[in-house]
């Protein structure tokens, strides 16, 4: 069974918390506070992997999350940072937020994402020391790690697709073009799930990756077969190699064949009806020369109408010629080949390896592929609010609500010291102003307290 899609669920580990000490030696009667900080809590880290082939692993663990920092200590000793859950995922991985944002495409070995921080560590009362204030007694508690409900979604990295009706062939045309070994037998659906194969191109030192999916039905792009459900991964190729059965398996003739797949690609959507096409009549080792030659024809002269039309799956066959643009011969895009006996073989692999070579220079690999991944993580805010819900006060704003959640309510030094950061920042005054008045309930985060 191939996996390409999972939930998971994350959490960043919790900060430690700050300590509570005072320097205590000999000959040194007035030492100072000297409680260290706590350690951040641990990242959840996805890391892109080309050994791994699909998301099957996430099917029996979906939970991860990352390890606690631990407390300081004294002598301004500091705790040790939480292990990070380092999660590998195949490379051509989007991983998105439970609202379907992107947040990375890992596209390459090697890249990492953090999809859930850590929390902040506490601080230790040597950090609160000040002239006016010699001996606090409290510390900070650490901050709890971001949490979050992710999905995964992969889309294989091919630079050709090969598509058709099921029992087109095109897992032994992948068997005959590279070392992929997909299943073949003599019925439709023999292949159920995405296959990979690397195809070296004759005479040349140049190497391409082609992607074969399960065929397609009329009606894939709405559920029909299997097909619907692995078209996410061609739209990643820059070159679709059409397979049609001339023998007419399905009791069509192969134009209409090619007609309803590209018909099901428009549905589909997701940029696969303007990808470059190659065209390939297969099985031409059960039909004569005569039949070849007509069915061939046939499909050039649509494609050469296409072409007329500006379909951009043709618009290679495009040049200009003094500045007039005008098509040229479109039985190119037509390759006859036997998969069972390698007639035409080659040349079908020399004009996909021409063709993408020209895809490449056209339209570089995005910059998602090239320098790592796309990363979307709003910047820190000071910025907070007042608001009056039902006759009750809530504060609103991440400074303050961390402010609220490292503050120890069961130390009365603690809870002074955050009124006195409350009323640098000006929140008290706001509630005041809003007609909040000393004893009234006022809630901040997850806790609700008097306002004094």
């Known amino acids: 069974m191939f996996y390409d899609r999972a939930t ?19 000959y040194v009667p007035k030492g100072g506070p000297d409680g260290g900080d706590g350690g951040d809590g641990g990242d959840v880290v996805f890391v892109a992997s080309s050994r791994l082939r699909d998301l099957a ?8 999350r990352a390890g606690n920092g631990r407390q300081g200590q004294g002598a301004k000793k500091h705790g040790r940072r939480g292990d990070d859950a380092t999660i590998e995922v195949p490379c051509g ?9 992107l947040l990375a495409d890992l596209t390459a070995g090697g890249q990492k994402f953090v999809a859930a921080q850590g929390g902040q560590g506490g601080r230790g009362n040597a950090r609160f020391a000040s002239s006016t204030r010699r001996t606090p007694r409290f510390a900070e508690l650490g901050l709890v790690g971001e949490g979050m409900t992710v999905s995964l979604e992969l889309k294989l990295l091919a630079d050709a697709g090969l598509l058709g009706f099921p029992n087109s062939g095109k897992s032994s045309l992948l068997r005959r073009i590279s070392h992929a070994k997909p299943k ?40 029909v077969g299997l097909g619907d459900e692995f078209l996410a991964h061609l739209e990643r ?25 590209n018909g099901e690609l428009t549905d589909y959507g997701g940029g696969l009806r303007e990808k470059w096409q190659l065209v390939t009549l297969n099985k031409i080792d059960l039909s004569g020369a005569e ?19 500006g379909d951009p799956a043709f618009s290679w066959l495009i040049e200009e010629a003094d500045g007039v643009i005008e098509a040229v011969d479109a039985g190119h895009a037509v390759v006859p080949v036997s998969a069972a006996t390698g007639k035409g073989i080659d040349v079908l692999v020399l004009r996909a390896y021409e063709l993408l070579q020209k895809a490449w220079k056209k339209k570089p690999a995005p910059a ?7 990363t979307y993580r709003p910047a820190a805010d000071d910025f907070w609010e007042v608001t009056v819900e039902a006759g009750a006060y809530r504060v609103r704003g991440p400074a303050v609500e961390k402010l609220v959640a490292r503050t120890d309510f069961s130390n009365e030094e603690a809870v002074g010291y955050l009124q006195e950061r409350l009323e640098q920042l000006g929140v008290s005054e706001a509630l005041r102003k809003a007609g909040a008045i000393p004893g009234q309930d006022v809630s901040i985060g997850e806790m609700e307290f008097e306002l004094w």
């Open 93 to 101: 991985t989007r991983i998105l937020s439970e609202d379907g944002e």
């Open 368 to 374: 998602a592929e090239l320098e790592g991944h796309i």
């Open 291 to 309: 039949e070849v030659k007509r069915v061939r024809q046939g499909l050039a002269g649509r494609i050469f109408e296409m072409c007329r039309a």
């Open 8 to 26: 998971l669920e994350i959490s960043g580990g919790k900060g430690g918390s700050g300590s509570v000490s005072f320097r205590r030696e000999k």
């Open 237 to 261: 190729t820059r070159l679709l190699i059409h397979l049609i059965d001339i023998t007419g398996y399905y009791g069509q003739e192969p134009e209409d064949n090619f007609v309803t797949i």
């Open 184 to 223: 073949v037998a003599d019925y439709p659906f023999t292949t159920l799930s995405p296959m990979l194969g690397t195809v070296e191109a004759p005479g040349l030192e140049g190497q391409f990756t082609v992607a074969d999916i399960p065929g397609l039905l009329e009606g894939a792009s709405r559920g």
């Open 57 to 64: 692993f996430f099917q029996r663990q979906r939970h991860f």
